[in-house]
């Protein structure tokens, strides 16, 4: 079904897998395309709860935009196009409802990065390396960097990221907030769906309205957040999967005593 990414489903996880590693997964227009596709069946399939993102092969997570493609050059409106076919994939990504964990087994350049900062949450292999490159070939960084890189890192670190291009290990990485684990190379996926696989058991409703909620907290005032808990709880109260979630502990609690 598609030509540039992997797609499975299991314990109420989904998993899409670039599939380029003969040119280090980098972000072609049809794997932009499909990874869009591919976010959009998920979303619609009640069976997924939630979704890793992560790669083929030992080397790189994605390089980057395609410099083949690039090469042949665009005018200002098609190349305002292919940002835009980006954007869209951005949005779905930080707008729906079912979380998205991002699993980088090796290099996370460009868009690569910006995959990575856009999911919910980020863990990286030992030896994988970020970078904002775009500086060095007289570009600025698209797939939401500008936006989202000061809001993890602070903005005078995304400002030396971004101005330098320079790249950074996994383990500076984690520790300037730009993921959130570094883990051994044999354990990346283990690690990533084992996450996955608690967070599937939980309220898909509490899951969808943390995620939104968190989102959108950085750009509100607290009297905007505080309301928007209230309406959440709100909601929360009345669900399905809060009331069996009483009911289950007081039953454990009363077999307990």
Avoid: W
């Avoid at 030896?127 to 060095?136: L, T, V």
């Avoid at 809001?151 to 993921?179: C, D, N, P, S, Y």
């Avoid at 808990?229 to 454990?252: I, L």
């Amino acid at each position: 079904m598609y030509s540039t990414i992997l797609t499975e489903k299991k314990e109420g996880v989904g998993i899409i897998t670039f599939n380029r590693p003969e040119a280090y997964n980098a972000f072609n227009l049809a794997m932009r395309v499909e990874l869009l596709q591919a976010l959009e069946e998920m979303e619609k399939d009640e069976e997924i709860k939630v979704i890793i993102l992560t790669a083929a092969g030992d080397k790189s997570f994605c390089a980057g935009g395609d410099i083949k493609e690039q090469a042949a050059g665009f005018d200002v409106y098609s190349g305002r196009q292919r940002v835009r076919n980006g954007n869209r994939t951005l949005m779905k990504m930080l707008k729906m409802d079912k979380p998205i964990i991002c699993a980088v087994n090796g290099f996370a350049i460009g868009v690569g990065a910006n995959l990575a900062l856009a999911s919910d949450i980020a863990i990286a292999a030992e030896g994988a390396k970020f970078s904002e490159i775009y500086i060095n070939i007289g570009f600025i960084p698209d797939f939401g960097g500008v936006h989202l890189l000061p809001r993890l890192v602070g903005l005078a670190r995304a400002k030396e990221l971004v101005l330098t291009g320079r790249m950074v290990e996994a383990q500076e990485a984690k520790e300037i907030g730009l993921i959130s684990q570094v883990v051994p190379r044999a354990e990346l996926m283990s690690t990533a769906f084992e996450i996955a696989r608690t967070m599937a058991k939980r309220s898909a409703l509490a899951l969808a309205l943390d995620k939104d909620l968190l989102n959108r907290s950085l750009d509100l005032d607290l009297a905007t957040n505080l309301e928007l808990e209230e309406f959440a709880m709100g909601m929360c109260f009345q669900s399905e999967e809060h009331k069996q979630a009483v009911k289950d502990f007081t039953a454990r609690k009363n077999k307990n005593k």
